[in-house]
């Protein structure tokens, strides 16, 4: 295809109808593509005990009512992305912020987009993992009416946090919490710097727990509060196209790309997991193979059979065996060297890898 078509195409590529969009709607131009996606996640995989809330941005400096400016991301301008994950990283939920609908505190809109997020998930005691932009009292307490836990850090300048513990002066590894009768608790731990968090877990108090970690020189145990522990779940496109284009292509190349290859790895053993970038080679390999494959009888002329070579030269098929969790350089020096090429596609095989390739 030349690149002309391909620009074409482009241009005339649509997700929805333009005649029945809802003009109000910011999102029309993907929203059923947009609902489409995520129902697919969320019918493919349900989320375990522990979720993961984030933000991501994907680049984007052209003309945008709500194109988001952040000064500690990569890529600074952009529409942003709010996503609900497994630890794992698996997107089960998607939002896009789409500008300030109202007027009202910072605060407030972080808690709608966790409990938006969270919408289908709550009541079955569930622990959501999150950065200090989403933590707040009032949040915890809404989730904890709702059998739904809460873990992260915590920003020092949110409202009716006990000064006792926030401006406690202790050492490095010393930690101080508080509890309240809800069962909030807020703790101060010092590492390198001071740590603060908010958790309505259990289990987490203030006590240091071995993380089976030793440090350098010292071989001491390192020991970390067990919230701390569980805040660590907390893990380009082409210029000129509309960005709305852009999203999709996103969601599609990126994050349901990514989501197939954590649910392939998580359903198939060690031995058979594969690298994230050999999976998505194979994925285009197959999406760019003809759509027609017609069987023909063997005849001399397409035959497939083996004949000794003049030069020994690496097996395909144990290459790309190697290949499954090896670097392209480890898997060359492994990768048996043999004499027999196929006639007809032109490739070194050895026998067994001759008989899986052409049954």
Known sequence: MTRDRFLLLLKCWHVSDVSNDDKTDKLHKIRDMLSMITDKFQNILNPGKYVVIDETMIPWRGRLGFRQYIKNKSHRYGVKLYKLCTPEGYTYQIEIYTGKKDQKREVDHSQKVVLKLMNNL??????????????????????????TFLCGTLNIR??????????????????????????????????????????????????????????????ESIKKPGCV????????????????????????????????WIVYNSINDDRNKMPKRLFVEQVIEAFTKKDLEVDTEATANNAHHLEKGSKKRRCVGCYDKLRAFLT??????????????CTSCKKYYCLTCFNEKHP
């Open 122 to 147: 709550t009541e079955e005691g569930r622990i959501v993992i999150v950065d200090n932009f989403y933590t707040s009292l009032s949040l915890v307490e809404k989730l904890l009416s709702q059998k």
């Open 158 to 219: 949110r409202k009716y946090l006990p000064k006792k513990v926030i401006n406690a002066k202790i050492k490095k590894g010393q930690i101080i919490g508080k509890m309240n009768k809800k069962g909030v608790k807020i703790l101060n731990w010092v590492d390198k710097r001071k740590v603060l968090m908010l958790t309505t877990c259990k289990d987490h108090d203030d006590k240091l727990i071995d993380t089976g970690k030793k440090k350098r020189g010292t071989n």
């Open 328 to 341: 392209s350089r480890e898997a060359d020096k492994k990768v048996k060297k043999i004499l027999t090429e």
């Open 229 to 260: 522990i569980m805040s660590s779940y907390y893990t380009t496109l082409k210029k000129g196209i509309k960005w709305w284009r852009k999203v999709i292509m996103e969601l599609i190349f990126g994050t349901a790309l990514i989501n197939a």
